[in-house]
């Protein structure tokens, strides 16, 4: 177990370590550390752009997916949303055996054999290990923990953010902000939810092969509880 001293200060509101525990216990503090190269790498990947343009595209994006900001924001979020008790019974699942399991599966993310076999479940739309009742689990706990929506959510702020990039990049005095530029794609959004949920599922489907039904099934049932819905 991860420190915490909840027993002996039951405050009102989470205290600095206590969040600190919340982000690293969830893997999110983990995400927040890597943007900074993710979004190195989304830049490289503008075959299109020379190399004097690579670097401010990257700059832009840094600007708007700022590690320091977004943890700000998701420490806010937890003071808001959690007391003490549910925080506390959110690390009970954070440290479970299950929970492990499950963010070591996630960590696999971006192992070259794995992101190899992601694509080829998503060219060929399918995964032969998905059974139905695997299908099925994975799809509750994408319902239970809004995946689905949040995913949607990257994918709309991550091309906002290219377009607000190149906008200040080529027409520094006519830019659009970021915040405009997002709110444009808001009638988008339910054109790409099917196609975003079954790449997601299929990814899941890769990621979580190591993972056993009975940890999912404890990841889905952690979802509905109120603390898993607000965290």
């Given amino acids: 177990m991860l420190g915490w001293g909840l027993a002996t200060a039951r405050a009102a509101t989470p205290t600095d370590a206590d969040i600190d525990a919340l982000l690293r216990a969830s893997g999110m503090q983990a995400q927040l550390d890597q943007i900074p190269n993710a979004l190195r790498t989304a830049g490289q990947q503008q075959g299109g752009l020379g190399a004097g343009l690579i670097k401010p595209l990257v700059d832009t994006l840094s600007a708007v997916f700022n590690p320091l900001e977004l943890q700000r924001l998701m420490r806010a979020e937890v003071v808001r949303q959690l007391d003490t008790d549910t925080l506390a019974a959110a690390m009970t699942w954070f440290n479970s055996a ?76 006519q830019a659009n902000e970021f915040s405009a530029t997002l709110a444009s794609f808001a009638g988008t959004r339910s054109q790409y939810r099917k196609l975003v949920q079954d790449q997601l599922l299929l990814q899941q489907a890769v990621l979580m092969e190591p993972v056993t039904d009975d940890a999912l099934q404890k990841l889905r049932d952690f979802a509905r509880t109120d603390a898993g819905r607000k965290t």
């Avoid at 070591?104 to 080829?120: G, N, T």
């Avoid at 739309?125 to 998905?130: A, C, F, M, N, S």
């Fill in 98 to 173: 299950e929970a492990h399991s499950i963010l070591a599966a996630e960590q696999r993310l971006f192992e070259p054999a794995v992101m190899d076999r992601i694509a080829a479940a998503m060219e060929s739309g399918t995964t032969p290990e998905l059974t139905p009742a695997r299908k099925r689990l994975l799809q509750e706990i994408d319902r239970a923990t809004g995946a689905t929506e949040a995913a949607l959510d990257m994918m709309m702020n991550m091309q906002a953010a290219f377009l607000t990039a190149f906008s200040h990049l080529l027409m520094p005095d």
